[in-house]
Structure formats: structure tokens, C-alpha cells
């Protein structure tokens, strides 16, 4: 499958799960405090697996390798995976008008195209930085992510810390 229809699934996948974030929620009667805290903790794991540079833990054969690369479309676990659905959820949580929940949105499509550019252009890419580049930009871009992850929980769990003495006052 080329990548822009996996591409374009991936973008309909993450807009259907930021659409319809708040209503799992209270399906669920989850918080968004304790979302961003789960999510946190996913965004930590992938940041900390980029400045490890690991790619997967998955080893695989050369056959199954083959299988998955003609069968499956991996645009969802790489491009719409949970650390994406967490933050189009946690993001459109935190819109409140119609004005801004479009931004948002075009936000997403510009961000996917400009993936589709990269991923298009990504062996020349490759060759132009080097080996060495690609791997020292994947271990910074790991720290950042782990940065972010670190605000997120500690933002989050401020909330939650403060719920929790207020009602035991009670």
C-alpha cells in the first residue's frame, strides 16, 4: 500500500480518536488528568527507546519482515500510534472554540504532510546527513520527548495531588 493512502487512514484514524476522545472518556469515566498521566507515560517509553536508538524491541525474520512490509500498514503504529491519539485527545481537550479546534486540525494535516515530504525524500535525507547525524538527531529528538513527558506527568499529577487533600479536609 503506498504511503499516502496508509498515510491518509493514519490522519483519519487520529482525527476520529481526537473527535471522539472526550466521549470515550466519560464513556469510561476516565479524567483527562489521569489520560495525560497514561500518556505520559507512553511518551517517556518511546522518548526513552529514541535515546537508546532502538527502533523496536520485535525481533523478527527476513520472511516476516517481507510479510509485514506487503501486508500490513504500518502507518498506523508509526504515524498514528498512542502517543499521537494521547496528544490529539489531550489537545483538543483543551480547545474551546470551534476556531481553534479547525487550527488544531489543519495543525495535524500540515503536520502529516510534511511527514509525507520527509518520508518521501527520506533516503536522500538520509544520505545527505549520515549515519552518524541521523542517529545523534534520533537520541536529541528521544530527550526532548522525554522532557515533554516529564512536564506532562508533573503538570498532571498537581491536580490530582490537590483533589486528593481537598477531600480528605472533607
Known amino acids: 500500500m503506498p504511503?499516502?493512502?496508509t498515510?491518509?487512514?493514519s490522519?483519519?484514524?487520529?482525527?476520529a480518536f481526537t473527535f471522539s476522545g472526550?466521549?470515550?472518556f466519560k464513556f469510561f469515566s476516565i479524567s483527562t488528568n489521569n489520560f495525560r498521566i497514561a500518556a505520559s507515560f507512553i511518551i517517556l517509553k518511546i522518548g526513552y527507546d529514541m535515546l537508546q536508538a532502538r527502533f523496536t524491541n520485535t525481533k523478527l525474520k527476513n520472511k516476516e519482515i517481507k510479510t509485514y512490509a506487503n501486508d500490513t500498514p504500518l502507518s498506523i503504529p508509526m504515524l498514528c500510534g498512542p502517543g499521537s491519539i494521547?496528544?490529539?485527545i489531550m489537545l483538543m481537550n483543551d480547545t474551546n472554540t470551534w476556531t481553534i479546534k479547525g487550527i488544531l486540525i489543519g495543525m495535524i494535516a500540515l503536520i502529516y504532510f510534511i511527514t509525507y515530504l520527509i518520508l518521501?525524500?527520506?533516503t536522500r535525507l538520509v544520505s545527505i546527513l549520515g549515519?552518524?547525524?541521523n542517529n545523534v538527531m534520533m537520541r536529541l529528538m528521544g530527550l526532548i520527548l522525554m522532557v515533554?513527558?516529564?512536564?506532562?506527568f508533573v503538570s498532571e499529577l498537581k491536580p490530582i495531588l490537590i483533589d486528593i487533600i481537598q477531600s480528605n479536609r472533607m
Open 148 to 152: 515533554i513527558a516529564v512536564k506532562c
Open 22 to 24: 472526550q466521549f470515550l
Open 3 to 5: 504511503y499516502r493512502e
Open 7 to 9: 498515510g491518509n487512514i
Open 131 to 133: 549515519k552518524t547525524v
Open 11 to 15: 490522519f483519519i484514524t487520529l482525527l
Open 120 to 122: 518521501r525524500n527520506s
Open 86 to 88: 494521547a496528544n490529539g
